[in-house]
């Protein structure tokens, strides 16, 4: 008798710590995206950064140094849809920031939504929400699994860094340009929380922006960086030159007025200036479900795309958000502790060298003329084709026929499309080019081809994909950009660091879209409906 009771005791204790063990979850998950961001970043500052900042996720978490965008074009709207929902711009629908909607005979706007109304801001800022998106995300399916009793916040300066990771079930804010106050939209809540609003009126953007942007050390010792004084980057507004000081004040009225911000390094420390009044006026990681903060860090890209990957300007901006995370994950410990929060870091994409850099150091380079391209090809069609509105739209290195006009006139689509991709092809800076109807004919599991696959949905992409050179880009003269399948676009970080997670590192191939899988496997959720990546096992493990 005493051996049974023994026995059905041992049962019991045993039960109870397994059904323990299955309902532990972290109080709170915060993602983080550095838009622009690529994984070189990570050891090319490594000298200059602090021990807590990114040092920290580094040696502490769990770092893939081989992950990739799996999908062309790598744009941020697209980049932080991917990371959300665990899936490529073929499923969840955000195929660029902006693209050519054959429906509606348009360009739209990936986190545009006519039917919502601004809530704080400006009006024209406020017309946005996760409608577009056609997938659920990481953070829906969390809020799917607690009944909703979890919450769930986007925030960044840009409204699709924030609306999009949100999914369709959190809160979003974003800084409205015009104002310098964070908004929102009334598809996620009818007013601002009287937090926000007292938030705002501290007016801290104008209080950043009252100040020099000096290099946090002498110019002289930024060694990973080209001269600070040079032709290939994009000077402000009202100033010659792109050497340091900035007086900021002085710039701001030709240079967007308050939104200038985002174009500063200032930018970054405000988004984590309203990521602390969010964690405490939410109380975030507070409740009996786990809660989610998606954070988007805006400036590094704008600061990219000015000043290029190789700036005094970038690596400045680094050294400093390096310093503001440091900040940040001291507060975390403060508040939550180590072991109670689950962190990851990424980037929405990477970037391309300045054109105007690369010729100068003879590395193959160049602008590739799209106007002219345009010129030619409409010549072309109507000297082919006979007089007509052939092509209803090029942008996004796609174009978009007049399928219309093509079936009235009884011609064959696949033939002209065939067609219009061999003339592309003649341009100099055209790698490749590739049909509608091939990617939607054929299975590709490699190269460009399957990036290119990845990134077209079959009703919203165009007839004619382009494909440049390596580090070409289109229309090129100062500053840069991305949007390419090349490594130094999709080669970004991922680090994950906090509950669960082991310190370690692997040099192994994946993929953007195998966060969310990731996550779901952690907190014991069901994985995002459209999610084609899988779970990281050394993460796991």
């Known amino acids: 008798?005493?051996?049974?009771?023994?026995?059905?005791?041992?049962?019991?204790?045993?039960?109870?710590?397994?059904?323990?063990?299955?309902?532990?979850?972290?109080?709170?998950?915060?993602?983080?995206?550095?838009?622009?961001?690529r994984q070189e970043y990570l050891f090319k500052y490594y000298d200059r950064f602090v021990d807590g900042g990114f040092k920290r996720l580094m040696q502490e978490g769990y770092m893939m140094k081989n992950a990739h965008y799996n999908?062309?074009?790598?744009?941020?709207?697209?980049?932080?849809?991917?990371?959300?929902?665990g899936t490529t711009p073929a499923n969840h629908g955000i195929i660029a920031n902006n693209w050519y909607s054959k429906k509606l005979g348009k360009t739209i706007y990936c986190a545009s939504d006519s039917t919502v109304s601004a809530v704080g801001g400006t009006e024209e800022n406020g017309k946005i929400s996760p409608r577009n998106l056609l997938t659920t995300t990481i953070t829906d399916?969390?809020?799917?699994?607690?009944?909703?009793?979890?919450?769930?916040?986007?925030?960044?300066?840009?409204?699709?860094?924030?609306?999009?990771?949100?999914?369709h079930m959190g809160q979003a804010y974003w800084l409205d340009k015009e104002t310098g106050e964070f908004m929102t939209s009334n598809y996620y809540r009818e007013k601002l929380p009287e937090w926000l609003i007292q938030f705002n009126q501290q007016k801290l953007p104008s209080k950043y922006l009252s100040k020099q942007w000096e290099t946090l050390f002498p110019v002289a010792t930024y060694r990973q960086s080209i001269s600070?004084?040079?032709?290939?980057?994009?000077?402000?507004?009202?100033?010659?030159?792109?050497?340091?000081?900035?007086?900021?004040?002085?710039?701001?009225?030709?240079?967007?007025?308050?939104?200038?911000?985002?174009?500063?390094?200032?930018?970054?420390?405000?988004?984590?200036?309203?990521?602390?009044?969010?964690?405490?006026?939410?109380?975030?990681?507070?409740?009996?479900?786990?809660?989610?903060l998606a954070l988007s860090f805006s400036s590094t890209d704008y600061v990219g795309h000015r000043f290029g990957p190789s700036s005094?300007?970038?690596?400045?901006?680094?050294?400093?958000?390096?310093?503001?995370?440091?900040?940040?994950?001291?507060?975390?410990?403060?508040?939550?502790?180590?072991?109670?929060?689950?962190?990851?870091?990424?980037?929405?994409?990477?970037v391309a060298d300045i054109v105007g850099y690369m010729e100068?150091?003879?590395?193959?380079?160049?602008?590739?003329?799209?106007?002219?391209?345009?010129?030619?090809?409409?010549?072309?069609?109507?000297?082919?084709?006979?007089?007509?509105?052939?092509?209803?739209?090029?942008?996004?290195?796609?174009?978009?026929?007049?399928?219309?006009?093509?079936?009235?006139k009884e011609m064959d689509l696949k033939k002209i499309q065939r067609e219009v991709a061999d003339f592309v092809l003649r341009f100099?800076?055209?790698?490749?080019?590739?049909?509608?109807?091939?990617?939607?004919?054929?299975?590709?599991?490699?190269?460009?081809k399957h990036l290119l696959q990845m990134g077209f949905n079959h009703k919203s992409s165009g007839d004619?994909?382009?494909?440049?050179?390596?580090?070409?880009?289109?229309?090129?003269y100062r500053g840069t950009s991305h949007g390419s399948g090349y490594t130094y676009d999709t080669h970004v970080p991922i680090l994950f660091y906090g509950w669960k997670v082991k310190n370690g590192h692997s040099a192994r191939y994946c993929t953007i879209t195998d966060i969310a899988p990731t996550l779901s496997m952690l907190l014991n959720i069901r994985l995002p409906n459209g999610a084609t990546g899988q779970p990281i096992l050394e993460v796991l493990d």
Do not use: C
Not at 6 to 31: C, D, H, M, R, Y
Not at 241 to 261: A, H, M, R, V, W
Not at 312 to 326: A, F, G, H, P
């Open 360 to 408: 100068s150091e003879n590395i193959p380079s160049g602008s590739f003329n799209s106007r002219f391209a345009q010129t030619q090809l409409k010549g072309f069609v109507q000297n082919h084709y006979g007089e007509g509105n052939w092509i209803l739209n090029i942008s996004n290195e796609q174009i978009f026929l007049n399928r219309p006009l093509i079936r009235e």
């Open 1 to 37: 008798m005493r051996k049974s009771l023994s026995v059905v005791l041992l049962l019991f204790i045993n039960s109870t710590l397994l059904f323990a063990q299955q309902q532990e979850k972290p109080k709170l998950v915060i993602g983080i995206v550095v838009d622009q961001m």
């Open 141 to 167: 399916e969390l809020m799917l699994s607690t009944n909703k009793s979890s919450k769930v916040v986007g925030i960044a300066i840009k409204d699709r860094g924030a609306a999009l990771p949100a999914g």
């Open 71 to 85: 999908y062309i074009p790598t744009y941020t709207g697209p980049g932080h849809s991917s990371i959300y929902t």
């Open 464 to 476: 004619i994909l382009i494909a440049l050179e390596p580090a070409w880009l289109s229309n090129s």
């Open 228 to 292: 600070d004084i040079n032709d290939f980057e994009a000077p402000f507004n009202g100033k010659e030159t792109t050497d340091f000081p900035y007086n900021l004040s002085e710039l701001q009225d030709k240079n967007g007025g308050i939104g200038l911000i985002a174009a500063t390094p200032f930018g970054n420390t405000l988004t984590l200036d309203m990521t602390y009044a969010t964690l405490e006026g939410e109380n975030l990681g507070n409740g009996e479900s786990t809660d989610f």
């Open 312 to 350: 005094v300007e970038l690596e400045d901006t680094y050294l400093r958000l390096d310093r503001d995370l440091e900040k940040f994950f001291t507060y975390l410990d403060e508040n939550y502790g180590k072991d109670n929060y689950l962190l990851f870091l990424t980037a929405d994409h990477g």
């Open 428 to 448: 100099e800076g055209v790698k490749e080019t590739y049909t509608a109807s091939e990617m939607k004919k054929m299975e590709y599991t490699f190269g460009r």
